[in-house]
């Protein structure tokens, strides 16, 4: 079996649901005895650095790489070269993808010329392919989850809101607080995720809870340990996430498994990733629509969930990347 090497990056200071699933995905491919090697690369790499990385590996391996990455590889033409993409960076700014055609271009080049794509969501897909200047072969791999998540059970009767996601313009932060400052039953939000004091964004949303009188209702508790993360879930009735962009929305789904009321953005990629659960989707950007929604599910009594979420498992999602990766 030739060797596999995995190129990913790490964020100083921060955890990502992307760099979470390339650890749990060399966890479970060795577990499939499939010898993958991981190379783990800061976030800030450059084009030459990574090109010469690339280039020194052995040229009968398997190079898989995270899409992070891959508008640094545009000129690399090595028919080994897989890529892994949670999501286009290049859609990542509300003002779409053409505000980056630096970006766009070298994404779109690398995507196209690699010998195959895996992705976390048939959305992801569809988005992916209407990049690409030829036809690769693409195949989704859903994101799995602990077990934990589908055997505890949150606590209904809290008045807590938890969000999960590093405090970047694209979640949505500034939605959430506007319309919280419209809910006038009781409740005390806790936002788990990096951020930083000297952010430009970070700073937009101190003033706007300063200014609603908020300091005393929100918190931000940075990035915390994973036991830590699941205690605040389990003591926390709703979970609410006003995201504009999503490649698949794992938080969301680990929140949904618990029983947790969930209440996100009508994104097409979140309906498919929490299809069957209990979820309430709102326009997105509708503060109005956001606040009522809040509104009804804190007062709402609590129930046992009906929630049929579909089981998501990272033994099935290691099965897909071997035969994708290892196809004649």
């Not at 491919?29 to 590996?57: F, G, M």
Request: charged share 25%; with cysteine; hydrophobic share 40%.
């Amino acid at each position: 079996m030739k060797k596999l090497f995995f190129i990913f990056p790490e964020f100083e200071g921060a955890i990502t649901g992307g760099t979470l699933y390339d650890y749990e995905v060399c966890k479970y491919l060795k577990k499939l005895h499939v010898p993958a090697k991981k190379i783990i690369v800061s976030s800030s790499i450059t084009q030459i650095k990574l090109s010469s990385l690339v280039n020194n590996l052995p040229k009968k391996s398997i190079i898989l790489i995270d899409g992070y990455l891959a508008n640094r590889i545009s000129f690399i033409f090595n028919k080994n070269i897989h890529i892994l993409v949670h999501h286009p960076c290049c859609l990542e700014k509300r003002e779409g993808k053409m505000s980056n055609l630096n970006l766009y271009f070298n994404e779109k080049r690398a995507f196209s010329n690699s010998k195959s794509i895996i992705t976390v969501s048939f959305y992801m897909k569809k988005v992916i392919n209407s990049l690409l200047d030829r036809i690769v072969k693409t195949e989704v791999a859903y994101p799995g989850i602990d077990d934990k998540y589908y055997s505890n059970k949150t606590n209904l009767n809290s008045k807590n809101i938890l969000v999960v996601g590093n405090v970047i313009e694209r979640k949505g932060y500034d939605i959430l607080i506007e319309s919280l400052s419209k809910v006038k039953h009781t409740w005390h939000l806790n936002i788990i995720g990096k951020y930083s004091k000297n952010d430009i964004y970070y700073l937009k949303l101190i003033n706007q809870i300063e200014k609603y009188k908020l300091s005393e209702n929100i918190t931000f508790l940075g990035n915390i340990s994973d036991d830590a993360k699941m205690k605040y879930m389990l003591n926390s009735k709703i979970f609410v996430l006003p995201t504009s962009y999503e490649g698949f929305g794992i938080s969301l789904v680990e929140a949904c498994a618990l029983g947790m009321n969930v209440i996100t953005s009508d994104l097409p990629v979140l309906k498919e990733a929490l299809q069957g659960g209990k979820v309430t989707f709102f326009p997105k950007d509708d503060s109005k629509k956001l606040a009522k929604v809040i509104e009804y599910s804190l007062l709402s009594e609590p129930h046992i969930s009906d929630s049929k979420l579909r089981y998501y498992n990272w033994n099935a999602t290691a099965k897909i990347f071997r035969r994708t990766l290892y196809a004649s």
